[in-house]
């Protein structure tokens, strides 16, 4: 595996000390990371997961919008930040692994280094309280 | 090649005589080719004595800047070279995301800092801006990647087929990797440094110094060796040398810290004036 980029590897361990869900994305959509708190959303630990490819991610969630129609994937925050280069914010709902249905507001933003380089993004999770 | 040090101290030039062994030159290292491509790794003071003992027929050279902290420009200005008419002299650096490298340099070498301006200076100068590229320098090929330490700076990877280098004078992997040395996927520095010949890094700090200084940019010597044992380094040089550390106290810093993490690989302390030949 090769390194990654110090931007990315400074995100990760900004990530690593903060206390809300952080995932971090490469330029394809690839989960690369996720922190301590997105492991109670995602119901799944990133030791044991490692990164993962977008296709298999993305599916984990179901993500609904608050009248219950599914999300297309270009409506999603995130793939907003990946594939348009945008910062993106959206409010709707999930079910994770343990199956629980919860509400969320996710804030994602590109990541664009010196020179113009692309390397990813990140997106923030609130779970909005019941 | 041929790699030389000029200066090893780190943030601060630091003569006198409880310094000279190791050397109170801030940052510079000259590397030569086989062919005759003279590199020289940062501009700190080390780099006026280096300029004195170049020959007059010197083309060209190409001064390879990691980043504009001071000490390790603060000998720009007096590198003879620059001072000779028709003299190419190559200048690369990181730029910032708002100014291109030539308006950085000029921030310092104008007045009031400095009385010489950047257009007064008579040799030809060029300059390249670089973040994450590899480039073909004479027989070099030089690969420069962002590294973490304060403002953009970017370590160095020098290699030829035979040998290969790398430069990362102010460098902290460590920095918010509670577990270091993590993994190398996730480690600053780690594609620069991946099995070099000899890695010249940075050694600043004691351990009990590292932890009030976390962020400063730097790194303990026990992280150095750490660091070099994960990218498999075949030598490690300590370098920029912090300068509250005198001669006896570096001696016993290096010596305690092979102790403590038993390296698989030679560690020859960074010191002013040493050379070593390569491939
Ligand atoms: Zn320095
Ligand atoms: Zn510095």
Same mark, same amino acid.
């Given at each position: 595996?090769?390194?990654?980029e110090i931007e990315v590897i400074l995100a990760?361990?900004?990530?690593?000390?903060?206390?809300?869900?952080?995932?971090?994305?490469?330029?394809?959509?690839?989960?690369?990371?996720?922190?301590?708190?997105?492991?109670?959303?995602?119901?799944?630990?990133?030791?044991?997961?490692?990164?993962?490819?977008?296709?298999?991610?993305?599916?984990?969630?179901?993500?609904?919008?608050?009248?219950?129609?599914?999300?297309?994937?270009?409506?999603?925050?995130?793939?907003?930040?990946?594939?348009?280069?945008?910062?993106?914010?959206?409010?709707?709902?999930?079910?994770?692994?343990?199956?629980?249905?919860?509400?969320?507001?996710?804030?994602?933003?590109p990541l664009i280094g010196q020179a113009d380089r692309f390397l990813?993004?990140?997106?923030?999770?609130?779970?909005?309280?019941? | 090649?041929?790699?030389?040090?000029?200066?090893?101290?780190?943030?601060?030039?630091?003569?006198?005589?409880?310094?000279?062994?190791?050397?109170?030159?801030?940052?510079?290292?000259?590397?030569?080719?086989?062919?005759?491509?003279?590199?020289?790794?940062d501009a700190?003071?080390?780099?006026?004595?280096?300029?004195?003992?170049?020959?007059?027929?010197?083309?060209?050279?190409?001064i390879l800047l990691t980043h504009l902290h001071m000490d390790h420009l603060q000998?720009l200005?007096?590198?003879?070279?620059?001072?000779?008419?028709?003299?190419?002299?190559h200048i690369w650096g990181p730029a910032s995301t708002t100014q291109n490298l030539e308006a950085r340099l000029m921030r310092y070498l104008s007045?009031?800092l400095f009385?010489?301006?950047v257009?007064?200076?008579?040799?030809?100068l060029h300059f390249h801006e670089v973040s994450a590229n590899?480039m073909?320098?004479?027989?070099?090929?030089?690969?420069a990647q962002l590294i973490i330490h304060p403002n953009p700076t970017v370590g160095y990877?020098?290699?030829?087929?035979?040998?290969?280098?790398?430069?990362l004078p102010d460098h902290e992997?460590?920095?918010?990797?509670?577990?270091?040395?993590?993994?190398?996927?996730?480690?600053s +520095?780690?594609?620069? #440094?991946? $099995?070099?010949?000899?890695?010249? @890094? !940075?050694?600043?700090?004691?351990? /009990?110094?590292?932890?009030?200084?976390?962020g400063f940019g730097?790194?303990?010597?026990?992280?150095?060796?750490?660091?070099? +044992?994960?990218?498999? #380094?075949? $030598?490690?040089?300590?370098?920029? @040398? !912090?300068?509250?550390?005198?001669? /006896?106290?570096?001696?016993?810093?290096?010596?305690?810290?092979?102790?403590?993490?038993?390296?698989?690989?030679?560690?020859?302390?960074?010191?002013?004036?040493?050379?070593?030949?390569?491939?």
């Amino acid at each position: 595996m090769p390194q990654q980029e110090i931007e990315v590897i400074l995100a990760r361990h900004l990530a690593e000390h903060l206390a809300m869900p952080i995932f971090i994305v490469n330029p394809t959509g690839d989960l690369l990371y996720y922190n301590e708190p997105a492991e109670v959303v995602l119901g799944f630990h990133f030791d044991e997961t490692g990164p993962m490819p977008a296709k298999e991610w993305a599916t984990v969630f179901q993500p609904v919008d608050p009248s219950g129609q599914p999300l297309l994937p270009d409506d999603l925050p995130l793939v907003i930040a990946t594939t348009h280069r945008y910062p993106a914010h959206k409010n709707f709902w999930i079910k994770g692994m343990d199956g629980a249905l919860r509400q969320i507001e996710v804030t994602a933003f590109p990541l664009i280094g010196q020179a113009d380089r692309f390397l990813g993004a990140i997106a923030i999770f609130w779970e909005v309280p019941a | 090649m041929k790699v030389t040090l000029w200066g090893t101290r780190g943030s601060l030039a630091s003569p006198g005589p409880d310094t000279v062994r190791y050397g109170g030159n801030t940052s510079c290292v000259s590397v030569e080719g086989p062919e005759g491509t003279l590199l020289v790794l940062d501009a700190g003071t080390g780099i006026r004595v280096l300029g004195k003992s170049i020959s007059s027929g010197l083309k060209s050279v190409h001064i390879l800047l990691t980043h504009l902290h001071m000490d390790h420009l603060q000998g720009l200005p007096f590198f003879e070279p620059l001072r000779i008419p028709g003299v190419e002299v190559h200048i690369w650096g990181p730029a910032s995301t708002t100014q291109n490298l030539e308006a950085r340099l000029m921030r310092y070498l104008s007045p009031p800092l400095f009385p010489v301006r950047v257009r007064d200076l008579l040799s030809e100068l060029h300059f390249h801006e670089v973040s994450a590229n590899t480039m073909r320098i004479g027989e070099f090929c030089v690969t420069a990647q962002l590294i973490i330490h304060p403002n953009p700076t970017v370590g160095y990877r020098i290699w030829t087929s035979h040998a290969a280098i790398a430069y990362l004078p102010d460098h902290e992997p460590a920095l918010g990797a509670d577990d270091f040395p993590h993994s190398k996927e996730w480690t600053s +520095g780690y594609a620069l #440094a991946q $099995e070099v010949d000899v890695l010249i @890094h !940075d050694s600043q700090y004691t351990t /009990d110094e590292y932890q009030t200084r976390r962020g400063f940019g730097h790194s303990s010597i026990i992280h150095t060796l750490l660091f070099a +044992g994960l990218v498999g #380094a075949k $030598e490690l040089v300590p370098f920029h @040398h !912090d300068p509250a550390h005198n001669d /006896d106290v570096l001696d016993q810093l290096i010596t305690q810290g092979i102790e403590a993490v038993q390296p698989s690989f030679p560690v020859t302390p960074g010191k002013e004036g040493l050379t070593i030949n390569i491939g």
